[in-house]
C-alpha cells in the first residue's frame, strides 16, 4: 500500500517561511506528477502545486512567486517551501499524484499563519 508522509507544518507569523516535504514510495513517485493540496474547513480540496517527473512546476495563481514545489528524486520526496505565507494560507496540507485514482491520502501536515 503507498503511504504518504506529509511533515513540515506548524505555527508562523505572517510574511514567514515554511518548508512542507512529503515522502513517498517510488511505486508512485517515480511514475506520476506530484502535487500539494490544501483543504480548508468546509472547502473542498484544491490543487496548489505540481510538478512532474520532469520538473516541470504549476501553480494556483495566489501561491505564485510565494511557494515553490520541488522533488529529490533519491529521496522520493517533494517539498513545498512556502514564503511570504498569509493568514489565508492558514490550513491543512496533502500530498498525493496528480488526478484520480489518487493514492489514499496521509494525514497532512497543519499550518497556521497567525501574529
Known amino acids: 500500500q503507498v503511504q504518504l508522509v506529509e511533515s513540515g507544518g506548524g505555527l508562523v507569523q505572517p510574511g514567514g517561511s515554511l518548508r512542507l516535504s512529503c515522502a513517498t514510495s517510488?511505486?508512485?513517485?517515480?511514475?506520476?506528477?506530484m502535487g500539494w493540496y490544501r483543504q480548508a474547513p468546509g472547502k473542498q480540496r484544491e490543487l496548489v502545486a505540481s510538478?512532474?517527473?520532469?520538473?516541470?512546476?504549476n501553480y494556483i495563481d495566489s501561491v505564485k512567486g510565494r511557494f515553490t514545489i520541488s522533488r529529490d528524486n533519491a529521496k522520493n520526496t517533494v517539498y513545498l517551501q512556502m514564503n511570504s505565507l498569509k493568514p489565508e494560507d492558514t490550513t491543512v496540507y496533502y500530498c498525493?499524484?496528480?488526478?484520480?485514482?489518487?493514492?489514499?491520502w496521509g494525514q497532512g501536515t497543519q499550518v497556521t499563519v497567525s501574529s
Open positions: 510538478i512532474t517527473k520532469g520538473g516541470s512546476t
Open positions: 498525493n499524484k496528480v488526478g484520480p485514482p489518487y493514492a489514499s
Open positions: 517510488r511505486s508512485i513517485f517515480s511514475i506520476y506528477t
